[in-house]
């Protein structure tokens, strides 16, 4: 039977390894050399992720990408390997160690039955729209996220207790929900325009029980005590102004800690936000100095 180490590596240079191109970061304050890989990492539950990386052997500081959701088995398939290339590479540049992981169920895992494939559970359904379950959904990408930072320790690949976790839209939920755990290593927590249950049946600001929502997240609130920095769009038609608000602050008045910037209109559709190169001058003064911080 083949090591952890042999099985990711076989399944980088067999399906992968056109993908892996030494790059540069855009200008960050130290320039630094990166390169980009696709490693499947042999957890409890075996996933794909795209890493990017400092050039060298580390160990660095760890920073975990959580993804959005699809609910169509469909569009899950077709779901994209890599989601925030420029972002991740910007971390990278400034000396992280990136693991953007591919949710099981999406893109290449969806290769077998959708549900049921060795690589394809799905594990994101929020149930009837008269008594979701955002909860749970939410704490079970947060165990994956467990898993790669015991891995990632295993592996002598990062730095112990200096690992930042960044979500978008169900990825930045599943971070809230991460943080209620409160796990050791992280010492911070970057979501935007999380959430769930948004544009329900395509429609813009049509929202999937908020109040249950809301409710929710002042749940993760009552325990979580990671530094969180929320980011949301005033264009975002997933999760707007007024329900992003009524979160944070549910989460704050519940003990939660997070710093909450609301940013101007972005494009056509500011939910996608973070996944547009032309929006890191926008945001990365605020990450800049939200992460100083908890130095």
Not at 121 to 130: A, C, E, M, N
Not at 148 to 164: F, G, L, N, S, W
Not at 259 to 267: A, I, K, V
Request: a positive charge; hydrophobic letters at 45%; charged letters at 20%.
């Amino acid at each position: 039977m083949r090591s952890q180490s042999s099985f990711r590596q076989v399944l980088c240079v067999l399906v992968f390894l056109a993908l892996i191109t030494p790059t540069r970061a855009d200008k960050p304050s130290t320039p630094r050399r990166i390169q980009e890989e696709i490693w499947a990492l042999p957890l409890p539950l075996p996933m794909f992720a795209y890493v990017v990386r400092p050039v060298g052997d580390g160990p660095f500081p760890l920073v975990i990408m959580n993804h959005g959701v699809s609910l169509n088995p469909t569009d899950r398939s077709f779901f994209p390997l890599v989601e925030f290339r420029e972002a991740a590479k910007w971390f990278a540049g400034r000396g992280y160690l990136v693991v953007a992981p591919v949710g099981s169920g999406y893109g290449a895992s969806a290769i077998d039955i959708p549900e049921r494939g060795i690589y394809g559970p799905f594990f994101s359904k929020v149930g009837k729209r008269t008594n979701p379950n955002f909860r749970s959904p939410g704490l079970a990408v947060a165990q994956a996220d467990l898993w790669i930072i015991d891995y990632m320790t295993a592996e002598k690949r990062i730095i112990p207790k200096d690992v930042i976790v960044v979500g978008q839209s169900a990825g930045g939920w599943a971070s809230i929900a991460l943080s209620s755990v409160n796990p050791p290593a992280v010492k911070a927590i970057i979501i935007f325009a999380a959430g769930r249950g948004g544009r329900v049946g395509g429609k813009p600001n049509n929202n999937y029980a908020p109040d249950k929502l809301v409710e929710t997240t002042a749940e993760f609130g009552r325990t979580s005590r990671v530094p969180m920095l929320w980011i949301y769009i005033e264009n975002d038609t997933f999760f707007g102004p007024a329900l992003s608000k009524r979160m944070h602050e549910a989460f704050t008045a519940a003990g939660g800690k997070a710093e909450y910037h609301l940013m101007p209109p972005f494009g056509s559709e500011g939910h996608f936000f973070i996944g547009s190169p032309d929006a890191i001058p926008l945001w990365s003064p605020l990450v800049e100095k939200f992460l100083e911080a908890q130095k």
